[in-house]
């Protein structure tokens, strides 16, 4: 079945960097979306980043310029490398992936910055 292994969350202070990784197992990787999501406490789970099967990115506005999301099809993984990290930067974030109808979730990385 399909797995979604999220790492590489944590503790930063602010301005700081993290690189969450997310691998994956059990599809043909190369057809999804592959996607970070986010949800802090209280509030609703957000998309973040995400990347197409052809490499084409979108982010959320507040993460533009800080956030790079990039997928290796050969090491079937999906990275999320987060610069200038901001308190409000925290949340449980979790990988993605859908193609149609088909839609996989991880259970989730803690990334929390301290100010």
């Known amino acids: 079945q399909v797995q979604l292994v999220e790492s590489g ?27 970070w999501y986010r949800q802090a406490p209280g509030k609703q789970r957000e998309l973040v980043a995400d990347i197409n099967s052809g490499g084409s990115t979108k982010y ?7 956030f790079t999301i990039s997928r290796d099809n050969a ?3 999906v990275h999320l490398q987060m610069n200038s990290l901001k308190p409000e930067d925290t949340a ?17 990385t803690l990334v929390t910055v301290s100010s």
């Open 9 to 35: 969350g944590g503790l930063v202070q602010a301005g700081g960097s993290l690189r969450l990784s997310c691998a994956a197992s059990g599809m043909i990787f190369s057809r999804y979306t592959m996607g």
């Open 60 to 66: 959320l506005d507040s993460v533009k310029g800080r």
């Open 75 to 77: 090491k079937i993984a």
């Open 92 to 108: 449980v974030y979790y990988c993605n992936a859908g193609l149609g109808l088909l839609e996989y979730w991880g259970k989730g």
